[in-house]
């Protein structure tokens, strides 16, 4: 294998695939990315058996071949060439010649049939999305999933592209966050239903450029398959039982209480200064057109903040973890929340002021 290719391009190919190489791995083979010169094109693949990333790269393909490098020490040795033209060239024991300008390396490689082969793509559910709609649903759902693995089923996201909408939910068990959109018209006929390990979506997140084509999606075995232009991820979906999400979500009531986002965030940023390392629960006192928050620390003190809140009825006070709202509210652009709570006792329903199509369910603390 010999190939010659422009720095910035070898780099921008290699980091989305390094990103889902495992380094420690009991196989040796799962550390390295595959690098594969055909006669009109080059293409570098990487997995972990459960995710895995190709990209194409342009490049000048003197001689075609395979071998399977270091992904993390090709991506590191790549960051630090200069811009020029880089050559990469294979001898028979598999000794990869890096060279660029005056600095050259020598990597030692492995055989093509050791590394894993690329999943069949041919599937069926095929839908395309724009790209920054995609990123924004990632962005309004990958916070809430669950990072205990003992509950295998909810740490991934939730997929599903509906005849009239396309949905994607995450929940831990303490919150829940649901996005919803119409389903784009004239790209692509099929429904998916596909429950995706929370590593594949943030990958996707990095893959996809928010200038680029749309971002195409569809199933084949038990894999989805995401792909734009030259980059397609593979994500082998997790086998359980997502939660009945209609029944955790509660109504809309008729007090829907307005609060500005950004009095919001500086109130929790402010009084979570006070907070310890242990999780104790944010305080929202609601009186008369205002809320107190406040938050106390037994060995260090307590912080309380008033800010303006259109709420009318009588006073109750709540308890919230302030991590989970600040990561709602740091998702999305609206300049005030709405928020629906029946009683102390019940989940709350975080909303963007006048959108009906995101939500984030929130479990109260005691207090």
Not at 112 to 136: M, N, Q, V, W, Y
């Amino acid at each position: 294998m010999h190939i010659r290719v422009e720095r910035d391009a070898f780099v921008d190919a290699l980091g989305p695939v390094q990103g889902v190489v495992e380094a420690k791995k009991t196989l040796p083979i799962l550390s390295h990315l595959l690098l594969e010169a055909t006669p009109d094109s080059v293409w570098l693949f990487g997995t972990d058996l459960d995710v895995g990333v190709r990209r194409g790269l342009a490049a000048e393909v003197l001689k075609p071949g395979a071998v399977a490098l270091s992904a993390k020490k090709l991506y590191e040795i790549a960051r630090e060439l200069p811009q020029a033209p880089v050559e990469l060239q294979a001898d028979a024991d598999l000794q990869v010649a890096i060279r660029c300008q005056r600095s050259s390396f020598r990597m030692k490689g492995l055989p093509r049939d050791e590394f894993p082969s690329l999943p069949d793509l041919k599937g069926d559910g095929d839908i395309a999305l724009e790209t920054h709609l995609f990123r924004d649903m990632l962005r309004k759902t990958l916070f809430a999933v669950s990072s205990d693995q003992t509950r295998y089923a909810l740490t991934g996201v939730l997929v599903q592209v509906l005849a009239s909408e396309v949905r994607m939910v995450a929940t831990d068990g303490h919150r829940l966050a649901l996005v919803r959109v119409p389903r784009p018209a004239g790209k692509g006929g099929g429904t998916l239903d596909a429950l995706v390990p929370k590593k594949a979506m943030v990958e996707a997140a990095k893959i996809t450029r928010e200038d680029g084509s749309d971002v195409r999606m569809w199933l084949a075995d038990n894999q989805l398959i995401l792909q734009q232009e030259a980059s397609t991820l593979v994500a082998r979906l997790i086998d359980g039982q997502f939660p009945n999400y209609d029944q955790v979500i509660p109504a809309p009531g008729p007090n829907t209480i307005l609060i500005g986002a950004e009095a919001l965030e500086g109130a929790l940023r402010r009084t979570s200064a006070i907070m310890g390392e242990r999780t104790t629960a944010t305080e929202f006192e609601f009186r008369q057109g205002r809320i107190v928050v406040s938050c106390v620390n037994m060995d260090l003190g307590e912080a309380h903040e008033e800010i303006e809140a259109s709420y009318e009825g009588d006073g109750f006070k709540v308890g919230f973890n302030a991590r989970y709202i600040l990561e709602f509210l740091a998702a999305i652009d609206s300049a005030e929340v709405s928020l629906n709570l029946a009683d102390p006792l019940s989940p709350a329903l975080f909303r963007p002021a006048g959108d009906d199509a995101y939500g984030c369910v929130i479990m109260p603390m005691r207090i």
